[in-house]
């Protein structure tokens, strides 16, 4: 029997004087990778439904699946360029031009004509381009009429393509790319793509069809980019410095909210995940810094409502000297430049996104806290500093027939109140002012001469019913913050809470005269993107759909 004319591929089963040609060991280790590669594809596909089945029957017929993930490749001679690029560069041409370009994108629709001539739409970073695949103009080779007819029969939409070839106008004027070689798949879509999906538990469940099948969710990544972007840019010009403080903290103070815990394995001590930078923030402003802001996440282990998530974005910004009036302007300054911005590129980034139709030009309406729920409810608040204000705020809600509420204490009765009487009426910009001290224990506080109660610096902005900034004249002492604190255990949900006493301490070192404020950027994304529910704006929606997203069931 005589030896397979292949010998060379295995030298080391072919006995030989003969030294081994680099070209024959580069063969070998060619095949013997495609065929390893191969076979850890079929091994690998991993849970096979109807319709995957039937994908990947498909592909293998052509070629063996390892084959459909290649590293990109270029002609030497080809210029790569991006969809973007390439429309950039060949708007203006009318004919076809002779420079050799490379480009890549998913396949948004397939068209044939006849059996040589077939047009793809393909698709990156929001640009499209259509691609002429026409048999008598691919470079000649041996099996060129069987990869055309190959290729007809794999391509299909949400597959990645890369091609090269000229630019080309088409007789009806659309810009195109001339392919000179068979497209190649890169990477090919195994599932059918639907035109549209209404199924809400879909949507959540798999946010990538979400965005494959609408262009929403990628306005609201460009609008939440932008946002993110003007804030910084903001700042930044106004003369403040980017600082990021830690996401763990013992205490997780800040605002009275539970918190996420667990243990640090390096120390075994129970750690949390911060609910609010403000406190160490703080402590950067009592070490020397002037001007500050934090753009970062915050998590609080609360519910989820359409405002609510445990996730949050949130800026917040401290400046020695600031007064209330000082950061009150500064934030009218801020969201009506915002505004600005987001509509002036509305057209073009977001198109989808509908605009809010309101008025943000400063000044923007301000509203006391304690006179306005007096004069919607036509009742007098007892003093809020005396023991007994809570059982008379409770009788004044058996009065007004409001629902009684859960652990019901002073701040916990306050917001209600506010709910109920102010919040419905901030429906353009709107600054509730004047709020009890009860509610903020970490602003200053002051008797108003004009209700005899104690009331805090601070003032929160409301648009069409939803809080988006909550701004305070800093408490600086450590005497007054310490009382607050202590008088602010009882309002903890449950009871809980401790004394921050490393704060406390840190305050003692000499905290300037300091406003700041916190703003959610998720919400400020639903204003500007018309949007209701939290879950919308959020790329891989609220808690429950992260949750159901790692399920997979």
């Known amino acids: 029997m005589t030896r397979p004319s292949l010998s060379f591929l295995r030298p080391y089963l072919c006995p030989t004087s003969r030294p081994v040609r680099a070209e024959h060991a580069r063969v070998y280790l060619s095949i013997q990778q495609r065929f390893a590669q191969s076979l850890a594809a079929e091994h690998y596909t991993g849970p096979l439904e109807v319709e995957k089945k039937r994908r990947l029957e498909q592909l293998k017929r052509v070629k063996p699946l390892g084959e459909y993930h290649p590293r ?40 044939t004509l006849g059996s040589k001539l077939m047009f ?51 007789a009806t004027g659309q810009l195109s790319i001339l392919a000179l070689d068979m497209p190649q798949v890169v990477a090919p879509c195994l599932h059918h793509i639907p035109e549209i999906v209404e199924n809400a538990e879909t949507l959540a469940r798999h946010p990538h069809i979400h965005a494959l099948t609408s262009d929403e969710p990628g306005d609201i990544l460009r609008l939440r980019a932008l946002v993110y972007d003007y804030i910084r840019t903001y700042f930044i010009t106004s003369g403040f410095i980017e600082v990021e403080t830690p996401m763990f903290d013992v205490n997780a103070g800040g605002a009275i909210a539970r918190p996420f815990e667990t243990v640090a394995e ?20 009592i070490g020397g810094q002037d001007k500050i802001f934090e753009i970062g996440r915050v998590f ?104 009684a509420i859960p652990n019901p204490t002073l701040p916990r009765l306050l917001d209600t109140l506010a709910e109920q009487y102010i919040e ?14 009860a509610l903020s224990p ?54 809980e809470g401790v004394i921050d006493e490393s704060y406390l301490e840190a305050l003692e070192w000499g905290m300037p005269p300091t406003g700041g404020w916190g703003c959610g950027l998720d919400r400020l994304v639903m204003l500007f993107a018309s949007k209701k ?16 997203i790692s399920k997979n069931r």
């Open 266 to 285: 390096v120390s075994n001590t129970p750690i949390r995940l911060r609910i609010a930078p403000e406190l160490n923030l703080k402590r950067l402003i």
């Open 72 to 111: 990109l490749s270029q002609t030497a001679s080809a210029e790569k360029l991006t969809l973007r690029d390439f429309n950039a560069t060949y708007a203006a041409i009318e004919e076809t031009r002779p420079d050799v370009v490379s480009v890549f994108g998913r396949i948004r629709s397939v068209r």
């Open 120 to 170: 793809l739409d393909i698709e990156r970073d929001t640009q499209r381009l259509q691609v002429m695949v026409e048999l008598k103009k691919l470079t000649p080779h041996d099996s060129l009429n069987d990869s055309f007819r190959d290729f007809k029969k794999v391509a299909r939409l949400g597959d990645w393509i890369s091609i090269t070839g000229n630019p080309t106008k088409t």
């Open 442 to 495: 970490l602003s200053k506080s002051y008797l108003d001469s004009a209700t005899s109660q104690r009331i805090a610096s601070r003032v929160e902005l409301f648009i069409e019913g939803r809080e988006y900034v909550n701004a305070y004249e800093e408490e600086n002492s450590p005497f007054e913050q310490r009382r607050k604190f202590t008088q602010q255990l009882d309002f903890h949900i449950e009871g």
């Open 533 to 548: 529910r939290i879950a919308d704006v959020l790329p891989f929606g609220t808690l429950r759909n992260v949750v159901s």
């Open 300 to 403: 609080r282990n609360e519910g989820v409502d359409n405002t609510h998530n445990p996730e949050f974005s949130t800026c917040e910004f401290y400046e020695v000297g600031a007064t209330l009036p000082d950061v009150i302007a500064r934030t009218e300054q801020l969201i009506h430049g915002l505004h600005t911005a987001v509509e002036s590129l509305r057209s073009t980034y977001f198109p989808t996104l509908l605009a809010p139709e309101m008025d943000f030009s400063a000044p923007f309406a301000q509203l006391p806290f304690i006179p306005t729920i007096e004069k919607a409810c036509s009742r007098t608040l007892p003093d809020l500093s005396s023991p007994d204000a809570s059982t008379k705020i409770l009788e004044m809600f058996k009065d007004l027939n409001i629902p």
């Open 424 to 437: 419905p009426l901030c429906v353009k910009p709107t600054f509730i002012t004047h709020h009890p001290e």
